[in-house]
Structures are given as structure tokens and as C-alpha cells.
């Protein structure tokens, strides 16, 4: 599942929590809430579970929307959570690494520092 796919997924959440306040739908924003909540949590379990390649096709992508040079990640691990989030450490082919942070929402955050020359 690539960043695009997760984004995708938090969009058609986010306009399903849409509802009219005092219409036929008044109850719905709750409901949604935890709808979004779950759905959220869903994202992060599939990341989680998915197989080194498929992983790392979703690392490269966030990598690449950051406007991080990386042509390919070649290994990537789970590192211990940063700020209570997912994280893991991409290797790139150019020999850089990389932090990627999964959010609850299913976008990802990068941590990285300057190359040295």
C-alpha cells in the first residue's frame, strides 16, 4: 500500500465523517469519530504487517513526497517509536537512511539530517 493508497483511505474517511448537524445524520460525527479512529489504527496494522518489500515500497514513497533524494530503499527495520509513533529506518542506494514516522492519520512524517560531502 503505497502513501497515495493511505491518503486515499484517510480522505474517504474524512468525507464520511461529514453529516448535517441537526438533520437525519446528527448522530453520525460520533460514530464517525470512532469509525476514523479505527480505521486509523487499521492503517498503522497493515504497515506493520506487511512484508519487507511491500514496506519498503511505502517508505520510497514517502521518501520521494518529501523530496528526499533516494532512488530505491534497499533494506529498511522497525526502530523503537518516536513520539509514540511507528518508525522505522530506510536505507537508501545512495547510502543515505532516513526516518520514517507513521502518523495515526496514515501520512508519514521523515526525519533526516544534511549529507556530509
Known amino acids: 500500500m503505497t502513501k497515495a493508497m493511505l491518503a486515499s483511505l484517510t480522505a474517504a474517511l474524512a468525507l464520511g465523517a ?8 446528527a448522530a453520525a460525527p460520533v460514530e464517525n469519530v470512532a469509525a476514523n479512529e479505527a480505521a486509523q489504527s ?15 515500497v511505502v517508505l520510497i514513497r514517502a521518501l520521494i513526497d518529501s523530496n528526499i533524494r533516494c532512488d530505491n530503499v534497499t533494506a529498511s527495520e522497525r526502530i523503537a ?16 537512511a532516513h526516518i520514517v514516522m507513521l502518523l495515526p492519520d496514515g501520512t508519514a512524517r521523515v526525519l533526516t539530517r544534511p549529507q556530509q560531502s
Open 42 to 56: 487499521n492503517v498503522i496494522d497493515q504497515v506493520l504487517s506487511m512484508s519487507d518489500r511491500e514496506r519498503n
Open 18 to 25: 461529514c453529516g448535517q448537524a441537526g438533520g437525519p445524520n
Open 81 to 96: 517509536d518516536v513520539s509514540g509513533q511507528p518508525a522505522w529506518r530506510a536505507h537508501c542506494s545512495n547510502g543515505s
